[in-house]
């Protein structure tokens, strides 16, 4: 059954949004590269060939505003405005939030935005007047270099030299005395394709242009001397300039062999037209050494496919289950090793698959980090500082739903970098720094957690400052700050509504952002760390487990219900007594080989008081789970252990959970339903909560929990 044209439409805007998200982020970061380097022509070029390809999508699905606008800026970006490089990465950026825009409301079938400020800046470029090229002369107006070549045909390029063609770019000036310019350049074209395959020409194909002058590329197994000699067609072409560039399989563009030009040439212009041939048959090569291997999915795809196998990893539970029974019922039946044998079998190939689609959902944080150097320039701008982004790690892979979750809290704490942490040059000069200030973004693996660090060698926190702002603001009285140590007091900086800058402005001051930043990554079931030294820089440490779907988990229980968690969270495991507890400033802690560890009780206390011995149940026994929380070391009180379990996180809705102590819950092989532990949420909860009393009978857990327990299961 064939599609209909709408059907094809829609399917072509779609990859067209796609596609063209990755052609903004990398005109974004040209740009950058432009306002750094104002002479790099190769970057003017990119800029270019980007805005040719956005021009060409954007006319194909339908979107004539957008192309017209792409267009009449490719005309202004002509090679002889290279020597205004600041002012073309100006208008690269304005093009780059237009076009942005301009998608958005695509995309959601809206008008699109007004061009106007972008027209205006492409008529003032195109007023200005021209500089010498890079070789202190005016380069031609049209070459070989000038013509911007779609992916496309870049790719068949390289398909074709891979076959053993030769590639050929050639420059033909028509005839000024040849009155049809038009039907020339089809004359041309006709007469090429004889002894080769086109790959493309421009003007392009329609183009009602009367320009006389045309760039043609060609794969062919001829010699040079025949291209050549095809272009000359009397009282049609003045002359023709002819470029064979080698291009190899697994490598960049090697070289021009042969430069052979009909008529005056200028060498040197064939010598930069080379080499900007050769730059371009780079980022070809780059693109063409992946691209046949790339296949996109929706990532809804590998959601279900995801759950699929957790399914699957549920269903070996219950095998195992059942074989454990069948082997307590029939030990020396000979069917018993043959299950194990295929159990063992089918274990390693559901661990392999789980990795295998694990690794389908995981990818680099690059695709993170390319987004952060434009907004660090634009709010270094808009603060009148000097600040400089380095990255590295850009290679460690986090699983998508991640990514896609801390890229709000990354952007803000970036953000908060350059307003609050980074002095103005004034002030960094003053204080014996360097006038520029920087802000590194790191990525790696720390065992089975990714760590994202931003810092900045900026002022640091001012711990005095913070506390007076939260006596000010009511967030604590004096007698409890004064009490406050290092973490707590920054800590506070979490709080929703909680700043320390002097002045509202459009980049910070309202409070609004590291009480976010903190909120998501709990739900993300990550932590967010900070460290400051006053004078020396700041720095946030994100936590993010690899992957939310499919967990290694601790199970246990309290009060005869079934909880979990993480088993990567905990360090240790002791048994104790309750006598071993002790109650300091109302709190319940434990000494554990000379450290006093604080103790958060999950169950309901003992009714008889934990200050009178006489009262004590010695014999009664207990464990505590010591875990990470940050750099600080808890333990949770549970009454029994029920062993370790590879979970499916299976998320709760708000309808069937009251609480953000749980997380979400899994289901065991034998049918059980087991709740899943907010750990961060708990030692929060705690540290808020009032201190335990004397008769209090209700523990932290069940006060809250209890509600969500058996609306998501019952009594497991």
């Known amino acids: 059954m064939s599609r209909t044209p709408d059907e094809r439409g829609a399917e072509l805007r779609a990859l067209f949004f796609e596609s063209s998200q990755e052609l903004l982020q990398t005109l974004n970061e040209e740009a950058l590269k432009l306002e750094r380097h104002p002479e790099d022509l190769e970057a003017v070029r990119s800029i270019r060939r980007i805005v040719h390809t956005l021009k060409g999508d954007a006319a194909a699905s339908g979107f004539q505003e957008l192309s017209d606008t792409a267009h009449k800026l490719e005309d202004a970006l002509g090679m002889e405005t290279a020597g205004a490089g600041g002012s073309l990465a100006e208008i690269a950026f304005c093009a780059a939030d237009y076009f942005g825009n301009a998608l958005t409301r695509y995309r959601e079938e809206r008008k699109p935005p007004s061009s106007a ?55 033909a000036q028509i005839d000024p005395a040849c009155a049809m310019p038009i039907a020339a350049r089809q004359l041309v074209l006709k007469s090429l394709s004889e002894i080769g395959e086109v790959l493309g020409y421009r003007p392009e194909s329609g183009s009602t242009e009367t320009a006389r002058q045309m760039d043609v590329l060609l794969a062919s197994q001829k010699p040079a001397q025949v291209v050549s000699a095809k272009c000359k067609i009397p009282t049609i072409v003045a002359k023709a300039q002819v470029e064979a560039v080698t291009l190899t399989a697994k490598a960049k563009p090697a070289s021009v062999e042969a430069v052979i030009s009909e008529g005056p040439s200028d060498s040197a212009s064939a010598d930069a037209d080379a080499v900007a041939m050769t730059q371009s048959g780079d980022s070809t090569q780059k693109t063409s050494s992946h691209v046949d291997n790339i296949l996109r999915v929706d990532a809804e795809r590998i959601d279900n496919l995801l759950n699929l196998v957790g399914e699957l ?71 009148g ?12 892979d986090l699983d998508k739903g991640l990514l896609d979750g801390i890229a709000e809290p990354l952007a803000h704490l970036v953000r908060n970098a350059v307003s609050h942490g980074i002095e103005s040059s004034e002030e960094r000069v003053r204080a014996g720094k360097p006038a520029q200030g920087v802000i590194h973004l790191r990525a790696h693996h720390q065992g089975n957690q990714v760590m994202v660090e931003i810092s900045d060698d900026g002022r640091g926190i001012n711990l005095q400052k913070v506390k007076e702002r939260a ?87 309290v009060e005869q219900r079934l909880y979990a968690i993480p088993l990567n969270a905990v360090a240790e495991i002791a048994r104790i007594q309750e006598s071993d507890l002790h109650l300091v400033d109302n709190r319940e802690v434990l000494q554990l080989r000379n450290r006093v560890l604080p103790v958060i009780r999950l169950g309901r206390r003992p009714a008889h008081s934990l200050e009178n011995s006489a009262d004590r149940q010695p014999d009664k026994k207990a464990f505590v789970l010591v875990t990470h929380f940050g750099e600080r070391k808890l333990g949770l009180l549970v009454g029994a252990l029920e062993g370790e379990e590879e979970l499916v996180i299976k998320a709760l809705d708000d309808r069937s959970i009251e609480s953000d102590l749980v997380s979400g819950a ?51």
Not at 129 to 140: I, N, V
Not at 386 to 396: A, I, P
Not at 684 to 707: C, N, V
């Open 313 to 383: 990893i549920i269903g070996k539970s219950m095998f195992q289950r059942t074989l454990n029974e069948f082997g307590r019922l029939h030990p020396k039946d000979p069917v018993r090793g043959r299950f194990a044998d295929a159990m063992a079998f089918q274990s390693r190939v559901l661990n392999d698959l789980q990795r295998s689609v694990m690794k389908v959902r995981m990818v680099p944080v690059e695709q993170l980090f390319r987004r952060l150097p434009r907004m660090v320039r634009d709010v270094a701008k808009q603060c």
């Open 385 to 396: 500082k000097e600040v400089e982004l380095r990255m590295s790690g850009q290679d460690t």
């Open 117 to 171: 400020p972008l027209q205006t800046m492409i008529r003032k470029l195109i007023k200005a007047p021209k500089t010498a090229g890079a070789s202190g002369r005016k380069r031609k107006s049209s070459g070989s270099a000038g013509a911007a070549w779609t992916e496309y045909e870049k790719l068949a390029m390289q398909r074709l030299a891979d076959e053993g063609k030769q590639i050929y770019a050639i420059h």
């Open 666 to 716: 899994s289901i065991l092989g034998d049918g059980r339903v087991v709740m899943i532990l907010n750990l961060a949420a708990i030692v929060e909860r705690h540290s808020k909560s009032q201190p335990a009393r004397e008769g209090a009978e209700t523990g932290l857990l069940l006060s809250y929990a209890e509600k969500a327990t058996l609306a998501a299961g019952g009594r497991a």
């Open 471 to 557: 006596l000010r603001q009511g967030f604590w009285n004096e007698q409890e700050a004064a009490a406050l140590d290092e973490n707590a007091a920054l800590n506070l900086i979490f709080r929703p509504g909680f700043s320390t800058a002097d002045e509202i402005t459009e980049v910070s001051g309202r409070g609004v952002g590291l009480d976010v930043v903190q909120t998501i990554l709990q739900r993300l079931k990550g932590t967010v760390l900070v460290e400051t030294k006053p004078g020396q820089g700041t720095t946030f440490r994100l936590c993010l487990p690899l992957t939310l779907a499919i967990i290694k988990a601790l199970l246990f229980r």
